[in-house]
């Protein structure tokens, strides 16, 4: 497939919409869209400012002092210990690294790519763009002969579905017995909301409850995007198999892929700073508090949702007709037509809003 027969991006259908919330008298309340609202934490931005004389080439493999802080982050806040230097790695941002992932594993036509039920796009355009089978479902027993790459998302985008160990040990094993990569997307990890997670660490793939001391074939992605409110500076990592990072490192070294110095600089800060993690994560729960039970006094049911950032909701109707009453309340979100053809009733609902927008949009649902 090339880049050329890629489909229209998604988000432009959603423009009416917007167009037709903004028209409401209190102004939009824009839910549709992951992107951090709130400021990036002062000792991070004043790291990146201090690394601004970056005259000469970053390193695609990182600094030492990145790379350091990476592992200890692994062990401090996901109960990962021991990891080397060698078995993790500085990406440009996450989304790069889904899309490219296939690429760089030599993926191709006749290999199978599976991804969850409820997906962010991006993993089914990875697989398309070299020719594989993208293979929708949570059922490691369903997954086919053939299948080389492995994604799992937990906390789950658009869902917030979170996996326990039980769960990720299953997953791991299938894989391992069809012989591919089992890569888990875990940059909401440290969003967990209800249930077990209520407090308590979001696990790892590489947890030793997992894979032991054995992370063969095994990687976990994470993104300081949500963590950090870090999106504008692309900041994210992988870590686990350190062949596969080894083969990633010299790919990624020829085809230019590597992190400006001064964000570097600025990620090794924030990788050791839990404090302000510690108040995003509150910014966030006060947030849910408020739209959840609007949500549900308007009439929808939340599926899932027990991590993450976004709350998976449904009103038994297709969800551009949701979309429709919501825009009629000034209020936009994401429909499910996006996630894959699964969840057609249900609308994504994200907390990347200010407190006084998500307080309007609460009040608006509760009055309607």
Known sequence: MAVRDLDDYPWDAVAPYA?????????????????????????????????????????????????????????????VPGLGVGEVLPTVGSKELVALLPLLLDIGAGDVVVHPRAAYPTYEVGAKLVGATPFASDDPAEWPDGTRLVWLNTPGNPDGRVLDIAELRAAVARARELGAVIASDECYAELGWEGPWAGERVPSILDPRVVGDDRSGVLSVYSLSKQSN?????AAFLAGDAGIVAALVTARKHLGLMLPAPVQAAMTVALADDAHVAEQRERYRARRAVLKPALEAAGFRIDHSEGGLYLWA????????????????????????????????HVRFSLTATDERIAAAAQRLTQS
């Open 230 to 234: 870090l999106a504008g500076y692309r």
């Open 19 to 79: 167009r037709r919330a903004a028209a409401h008298p209190g102004g939009a309340v824009d839910l549709s869209i992951g992107s951090p609202v709130d400021a990036t934490p002062a000792v991070v931005a004043d790291a990146l400012r201090a690394a601004t004389d970056a005259h000469a080439y970053p390193q695609t493999v990182g600094t030492p002092a990145l790379r350091e802080a990476i592992a200890a982050w692994y062990d401090r806040r996901r109960g």
């Open 314 to 345: 449904t009103e038994g109707v297709d969800a551009w007709e949701s979309m429709a009453r919501l825009a009629d309340l000034g209020i936009l979100a994401g429909p499910g037509h996006f996630y894959g053809t699964h969840f057609p009733q």
